[in-house]
């Protein structure tokens, strides 16, 4: 039996790109390896705020994958995306406007889509990450009945909209992170039903080694510190992640510093507690969840937070929104954390998990015993290889 051949559509691609589905894409890509022969077609695009080229338009190896980068045709502007964003939620709008957002967020790349569609009689399967971008929204229809989608969905205004729902209906199947993104969907767009569609997840990828001490030693982080790792950006919440930290900081007298690694999109508060690193390795990132005392994912909008199955993998307990429907029962499943839904129970479990050891290594172990179960690398590769093997007549 020949090879399968499997294209990846990802809007950013690279060592570089730390983003959570893109990271989840990559680690796909590598794992899928031995099973397939595994292009992927992306943007020459880094950063997510402006789409700008920075990439070269050429094929590389990425860790043994083929990628194929092609250029986005104008950048983004930012601030006028934003206002546009606004006026498109909260104002009365027809569906060729929903279409012309779509577009304009981006990244657009005609360039990339003819070649999806050329392509098409080169691959068996195109696998297309997160449902929300002009990748996946122009390029899944030229090829829907090789398609799979992996949306990464999550409760946001943005999965409401009518432009999105006949892209749930046309991939051959759907990919899901978790029972809770599959019933959002389900209810959303209305899919329930298909056949294919299964729930997945994704592994994590961990070092050989890590060093709590490193990391201190490296950055000069001393005593115990609540660690947010990913995008600081509003859109994860970020900005009421620090008001709570500065107002716990200013109630409480034990030390306590908030170590943020990601790149930053907006301008952080000068504090002294408040450390930003800034993008760091793989190597240094776990060195940081291995020393942290606390993992924090405040975002209101996940499909599957990354970093909280990493924290758990490495026997870290996490606190979490609990106004996120998905972090607040991966929590519930696990066992491995606690959420908070206001400031009063921030601070509240905060200081339960700092003053209580023996809890954090509990929540931590049993976390951990959760990811290790439900996210191993060869549970998710075999529900791929289930899907992608060809049907025999």
């Known amino acids: 039996m020949t090879q399968q051949r ?19 894409a990559r680690w796909l890509a590598e794992r899928l390896l031995p099973l397939a022969e595994i292009h992927v077609l992306t943007t020459c695009a880094v950063d997510y705020v402006t789409w700008a080229n920075e990439y070269p338009a050429k094929t590389t190896l990425v860790n043994g994958v083929t990628v194929h980068r092609f250029p986005v ?46 392509s098409y009689a080169n691959f068996d399967a195109f696998i297309f990450f997160t449902y929300l971008y002009a990748t996946t929204y122009f390029g899944l229809p030229l090829v829907s009945d090789k398609a799979i989608l992996v949306p990464t969905a999550h409760d946001e205004p943005f ?19 978790t029972q809770t993104e599959k019933r959002l969907v389900n209810r959303v ?34 005593g115990p510190f609540l660690l947010y790792v990913g995008r600081i950006a509003h859109g994860k919440n970020v900005p009421e992640l620090l008001e709570d930290f500065q107002r716990f900081r200013q109630n409480q007298k034990d030390p306590l510093k908030l170590v943020l690694i990601g790149k930053a999109n907006f301008d952080l508060p000068t504090h002294p507690d408040i450390v930003p690193l800034g993008f760091l390795s793989e190597q240094d990132k ?52 606690l959420y908070y839904t206001s400031y009063d129970e921030f601070s509240a479990a905060l200081q339960q998990l700092l003053s209580n050891p023996h809890l954090r290594q509990q929540l931590g172990r049993q976390g951990q015993r959760f990811a290790q179960t439900e996210y191993h690398w060869d549970t998710i590769i075999h529900r791929y290889k289930t899907l992608l093997t060809p049907e025999t007549p």
């Open 159 to 177: 999965l409401y909209l009518p432009v999105f729902r006949p892209l749930f209906h046309l991939p051959r199947a759907i990919v899901y992170n």
């Open 189 to 222: 767009t209305g899919n329930n039903g298909r056949a294919q569609d299964i729930i997945a997840g994704v592994g994590v990828n961990l070092p050989e080694q890590v060093s709590a001490e490193r990391f201190r030693q490296k950055y000069q982080i001393d």
């Open 6 to 24: 499997v294209a990846i559509v990802v809007q950013r691609y690279g060592e570089e790109v730390s983003g959570g589905a893109e990271l989840h």
């Open 286 to 337: 776990f060195d940081a969840l291995q020393a942290a005392s606390v993992v924090v994912m405040p975002s209101l909008y996940e499909s599957l937070s990354m970093i909280v199955l990493e924290a758990w993998l490495m026997g870290r307990p996490v606190l979490v929104n609990g106004r996120c429907a998905v972090l607040r029962n991966q929590c519930r499943r696990s066992n491995g954390g």
């Open 73 to 118: 045709d104008q950048p983004r502007d930012w601030a006028a995306a934003q206002k546009q964003t606004q006026a498109l939620l909260l104002q009365d709008h027809s569906l060729f406007d929903e279409i012309a957002w779509v577009k304009a967020q981006g990244p657009y790349s005609t360039a990339l889509l003819t070649a999806v569609r050329q």
